[in-house]
């Protein structure tokens, strides 16, 4: 036993003095830092809303008459909007259509509006035929802007002509709301849609964090078993330590110094949001952390663990066949695809947790860390699905960690190219758990 604790020392000690660990850590910590805080760094560069100038003939004549009128309109209704994005400007008639048309490109050039509106004959919508003319390409975001402006106007205008009273012309435009549950077995009342989205965050979060240790961690455990042996330090290793202690001691090792990490990054997430203008933000948002399910961060711990230590097995087990660091990246590849798809799945899942990919993919044990948790924290899991997704996963990491440590054993003393699986499973059944 003191020689597992001799090898996870060991591990600990050497990642915490690598100033590559340091400083990956340390960046992350600031993308992390800077990720949360970019709403209100972006606000200091924010010089106020800019409001799109557009501008328009203004005449009596009765061939202008018509869009005189729709300017007009057009122009009260974007100044009695509060966050209005689009002004309009009106202008003297210059007495024909070709000096208008010189009048409003001047003013473009001037930069004292973006584009004009440009009026022809009546159309069956009740308005002139508009053309919106603006020098910049696609320029089609004002001009559906002002085509919502014009349906709301006609809609007035022909509730107005039918006769109805203010109050019913309000109540015609009430807002109706109607709020969500989503419903559950466990629980009678219910998840709000506030508790839904805080959810839907949490788990967004955890599978990220949860692949970020798998990725790192097993690729870190691979990566200093590969050194070890191509350095023949693993030769040295092997006479006072035996090949199991070694292996357990590195994923325990290793184990430890992603909870720091993990933990780091976690207080770099509970810093942050607690910042002033963080917390008011989320209060705007109508985010309240003190919403997520108690039991959600249980069930996330426990799928964890469990997803770490099936991976970090496997990366093991890859790692002690590896004789040279430059092929371990095509060796560690198959699980790196395996993890990299149970993300996607769940990650790609958020908006239809009852799918039935997610339902398939929950029961199998590379997927199920990633994907039973997704079901877990955003649908109604029966409790016998869930038993049996993770007794599956129990029961997929004492396989993998039979067939690891006899890889492993095998695996750390052979040297020269990669031996072929005929040639493992020879070795393996020399050796005894």
């Not at 590195?250 to 949001?273: D, E, H, R």
């Not at 660091?325 to 590849?333: F, I, K, R, S």
Request: aromatic share 10%; proline share 3%; net charge neutral.
């Amino acid at each position: 036993m003191n020689d597992f604790w001799a090898v996870s020392g060991f591990t600990i000690r050497n990642k915490f003095k690598g100033k590559a660990f340091l400083i990956t850590t340390i960046i992350f910590a600031a993308v992390i830092s800077i990720g949360i805080n970019m709403p209100n760094i972006l606000s200091q560069f924010d010089f106020g809303d800019k409001v799109t100038k557009i501008g328009y003939i203004q005449s009596a004549s009765d061939e202008l008459a018509q869009g005189s009128a729709t300017g007009g309109s057009l122009k009260a209704y974007y100044e009695a909007q509060e966050d209005a994005n689009i002004a309009l400007v009106p202008y003297e008639d210059q007495g024909s259509k070709a000096a208008n048309e010189a009048r409003m490109q001047d003013a473009i050039a001037d930069k004292e509006i973006k584009g004009y509106l440009d009026f022809g004959v009546m159309s069956e919508s009740g308005f002139p035929e508009i053309t919106y003319k603006s020098k910049k390409l696609m320029d089609t975001s004002r001009a559906n802007s002002i085509e919502a402006a014009l349906q709301v106007i006609r809609q007035t205008t022909v509730l107005k002509d039918a006769g109805l009273t203010d109050q019913q012309f309000q109540l015609l435009n009430e807002p109706i709301k109607i709020s969500s549950v989503q419903i559950s077995t466990d629980d009678e009342n219910g998840k709000t849609a506030a508790e839904q989205g805080v959810n839907m965050g949490m788990i967004y979060v955890i599978i990220i964090f949860l692949f970020m240790a798998i990725m790192t961690s097993g690729n870190m455990i691979a990566s200093e078993i590969t050194a070890e042996k191509s350095s023949r330090v693993m030769e040295i290793i092997i006479t006072s330590v035996s090949p199991l202690k070694h292996m357990f001691g590195k994923i325990f090792g290793m184990f430890v110094v992603v909870i720091c990490q993990v933990s780091v990054y976690v207080a770099v997430i509970l810093i942050n949001i607690s910042i002033p203008q963080n917390k008011s933000a989320l209060i705007d948002l109508d985010i309240d952390l003190s919403k997520i399910d108690p039991m959600l961060l249980v069930y996330a711990i426990l799928f964890f663990l469990t997803g770490f230590f099936l991976f970090a097995t496997l990366y093991a087990a890859i790692g002690s066949i590896v004789s040279r660091t430059e092929d371990l990246g095509q060796a560690v590849m198959p699980i790196t695809m395996v993890s990299l798809a149970g993300f996607y799945i769940s990650i790609f899942s958020i908006s239809a947790p009852d799918s039935i990919l997610v339902k398939i993919t929950s029961f199998i044990p590379l997927f199920s860390p990633f994907v039973m948790l997704l079901r877990i924290g955003l649908s109604d899991v029966p409790s016998w699905q869930f038993l049996i997704s993770l007794g599956i996963l129990l029961l997929s990491i004492y396989g993998a960690v039979y067939v690891s440590a006899k890889i492993y054993r095998t695996g750390v003393l052979m040297y020269g190219k990669r031996p072929s699986w005929k040639e493992i499973r020879k070795a393996m059944k020399a050796y005894k758990i």
